[in-house]
């Protein structure tokens, strides 16, 4: 956590806005055919062929949802970019471009700025998106960061929230709850840093749920892989807000209720130990943690042998009629409504 005060900086007003697109954008190439004309002209030009353009936005507020103090640039720059395409996949389409705006404020040198777009850089090239737009502004105070992920597909394969039906199974890829536990690592690490600024963390120990936070990875694996066992969902959405948020969204919007397991809920073993360790329950945590930037969704149960065992999946329940409610069934099977405690940007 100690910063090398002897940086080379690089004021920003030396390069101009425009300088400074064109020279934090100047090695992004177009590899997407549908993708026309990038960075540099009025708007960016994207031919889909009769696709359905899927497009998404989020902002990104220092202080609100990051902390520069150990958040590294290169992480923000990556993770902006997960954050959008994790919507994108969650309508069962593909990501193809992104832009990136941000406000940044006088104390961010030009070399700051290029680390950030690294980070960019890097989640454009593993998830094969284009660059193509963005702005770049003053901010008063702090950063905000601003990024738009536009997808494509048939729309046949576009899969809504609204599809769900009684006895559908309810399903969750990887496991969940470990980007919250990573926060609070990271949290009690500064309040120690503040204390005494020349120790430094042994974060070994929490390196998954801490990657968890800083660095997490959409999960565009599973729209390719449920094409490939011919499953498509009947409702799906992602898991940012934490999974109890996600499963009412789903209900709402599908007009239905649903029972989950708490025993089904994948948990990884750092996920409960870190959990016994800041004394929280591991099954809260997973209801309403947030950011683990999973896939929610449904299937029919007639699909349901075409996923059996599938280590990246796990059936965690299953949809209802509406008048049945919204339930946690315990591991003692007790009956426990479900409520939205997942984060709220507008929370004080």
């Avoid at 996949?89 to 104390?107: D, E, F, G």
């Avoid at 120790?199 to 694996?221: F, G, H, M, N, T």
């Avoid at 729209?223 to 109890?244: A, C, N, Q, R, W």
């Avoid at 591991?282 to 059996?308: C, R």
């Amino acid at each position: 956590m100690l910063e090398d005060k002897n940086q080379e900086r690089t004021s920003l007003e030396e390069l101009g806005e425009f300088g400074l697109i064109e020279h934090l954008t100047k090695n992004f190439e177009l590899n997407q055919p549908s993708s026309i004309i990038g960075v540099g002209d009025d708007a960016a030009v994207m031919d889909y062929n009769g696709k359905k353009t899927v497009v998404s936005t989020d902002m990104l507020v220092e202080g609100v949802h990051f902390d520069l103090s150990y958040m590294p640039l290169k992480h923000l720059g990556y993770k902006s970019v997960m954050v959008n395409l994790s919507d994108i996949y969650a309508m069962n389409a593909m990501a193809t471009q992104v832009t990136v705006s941000l406000a940044i404020s006088n104390r961010f040198p030009l070399e700051a700025l290029e680390e950030f777009y690294e980070g960019v850089a890097l989640a454009c090239k593993l998830y094969n998106v284009d660059l193509v737009g963005g702005d770049t502004t003053s901010s008063t105070r702090g950063m905000i960061v601003s990024v738009t992920a536009i997808g494509a597909a048939d729309e046949n394969e576009i899969v809504y929230r609204n599809g769900s039906k009684p006895n559908d199974l309810l399903v969750v890829t990887g496991d969940l709850g470990g980007a919250y536990l990573g926060l609070q690592v990271l949290e009690r690490e500064k309040e120690v840093f503040k204390v005494n600024p020349n120790s430094q963390p042994d974060l070994e120990p929490y390196s998954y749920i801490v990657e968890r936070q800083l660095k997490p990875e959409a999960r565009k694996d599973i729209v390719e892989l449920l094409k490939k066992l011919e499953v498509k969902p009947t409702s799906m959405i992602d898991i940012s807000d934490g999974l109890s948020s996600e499963v009412i969204h789903l209900c709402k919007h599908s007009d239905v209720g649903c029972n989950v397991f708490e025993e089904k809920i994948p948990l990884d073993p750092t996920v409960i130990s870190a959990s016994e360790e800041f004394k929280m329950d591991s099954t809260m945590i997973a209801l309403s943690g947030g950011e683990d930037y999973e896939l929610l969704f449904t299937i029919d149960q007639a699909d349901f042998p075409k996923i059996k065992g599938n280590p990246n999946l796990t059936v965690i329940g299953h949809m209802t009629e509406k008048n049945e409610g919204i339930h946690l069934i315990t591991r003692a099977e007790s009956k426990i409504p479900i409520a939205a405690q997942g984060w709220n940007s507008f929370n004080k």
